[in-house]
C-alpha cells in the first residue's frame, strides 16, 4: 500500500453516517486498528500525549448508532498541532495533522466530517489555519481546498516534518472571512 489514499476525485463511496467526537485515551486501541488497516505506524505515546492537551485536538470518526457502544466502530481519526513558535516560514499556529481513514471507509466523506470537526475548532482560536503536506498527495490537497488552504510556500521540511522526495507544501485557509 502506497503512502498516501489513493487520488480519485470522481470516485465516491455511499455517503457513511458518522459520529465525530473528541477521542480519549481510551480510543488508543482502536486508533491503531485504523492505522494499521492503513499501512501506516503510530507513535501512541505521541497520540495520548495529544489528547491530553488542551492546546490540541484529537477527533475519531465512529459508525453505528450513537450511544450504541456494541456497534459503534472507530472508522477515522485525525488531530492538530499548535506550533507556539515559527520555523523559518512556517508561522505559529494550529496546523491540520493527520487524517486517517480505514480503507473500507474512504470516500464515504469520513476524512471530510473529521476535518471540518477540525476546522471549527481551530476557527474557535485562530483567524487562520495552516496545514504541511508532501508535494505529491494530491488525494490531501484536494480535499483541503474546499476550506480555501492555498499554498503559502514550498521546502523540504516545516516545524520538523519532513517529506518523501523533499517536497513538502505549506497551506494556509483564512477563517471567521465574511
Known amino acids: 500500500m502506497g503512502a498516501f489514499a489513493e487520488f480519485a476525485p470522481h470516485r465516491h463511496g455511499t455517503p457513511a453516517a458518522v459520529a465525530v467526537r473528541v477521542a480519549t485515551v481510551d480510543d488508543l486501541p482502536a486508533v491503531e486498528r485504523v492505522q494499521d488497516a492503513a499501512g501506516q505506524t503510530l507513535l501512541l505515546d505521541g497520540i495520548r500525549a495529544a489528547i491530553l492537551d488542551s492546546g490540541r485536538q484529537v477527533l475519531v470518526a465512529e459508525t453505528g448508532a450513537a450511544g450504541d457502544d456494541e456497534r459503534a466502530a472507530v472508522v477515522g481519526w ?20 493527520g487524517v486517517t ?36 498527495n494530491t488525494a490531501s490537497i484536494a480535499l483541503h481546498e474546499r476550506w480555501g488552504f492555498r499554498e503559502v510556500a514550498r521546502a523540504a521540511s516545516f516545524h520538523g516534518v519532513t517529506f518523501a522526495g523533499g517536497a513538502g507544501l505549506l497551506l494556509a485557509a483564512d477563517l471567521n472571512a465574511s
Open 78 to 97: 485525525a488531530k492538530t498541532h499548535l506550533h507556539p513558535r515559527s520555523d523559518g516560514v512556517a508561522p505559529a499556529g494550529h496546523y491540520l495533522g
Open 101 to 136: 481513514v480505514h480503507p473500507a471507509w474512504r470516500r464515504c466523506g469520513v476524512a471530510t466530517a473529521l476535518t471540518e470537526a477540525r476546522m471549527g475548532w481551530i476557527a474557535g482560536r485562530a483567524a487562520r489555519a495552516f496545514y504541511v503536506v508532501n508535494a505529491r
